[in-house]
């Protein structure tokens, strides 16, 4: 799975699937999402990262999964 600065950060900051490098991200997205769903979870993870989970100021209030997140800020951006 192709992981951009997008699914990079998503994956980090929900704790999906961490990692210090775009090679450990990728392992550990392939551990968690099973292989029929890979190319549509890549391309949910790039959208939501450009749309709504976005680097500076994420958009939490907006979010679909807040309720699954474990960004330990969430609640912060969610009162923007
Ligand atoms: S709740 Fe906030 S931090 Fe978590 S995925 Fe949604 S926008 Fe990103």
Redesign the pocket.
């Known amino acids: 799975m192709a992981v951009d600065t997008h699914v990079f950060r ?1 994956s980090n ?2 704790k999906i699937a961490k990692g210090k490098t775009v090679q450990e991200v990728e392992k550990n997205l392939l551990k968690r999402v099973p292989s029929e769903y890979a190319y549509n979870a890549h391309h949910w993870l790039v959208l ?1 990262g450009r749309y ?2 976005k680097a500076n100021k ?3 209030d907006l ?1 679909k ?2 309720s699954l ?1 474990e ?1 330990e800020n ?1 609640f912060l ?1 969610r009162k923007i």
């Open positions: 998503v900051r929900t939501l709504i989970c994420p958009r939490c979010c999964i807040f997140c960004f969430k951006f």
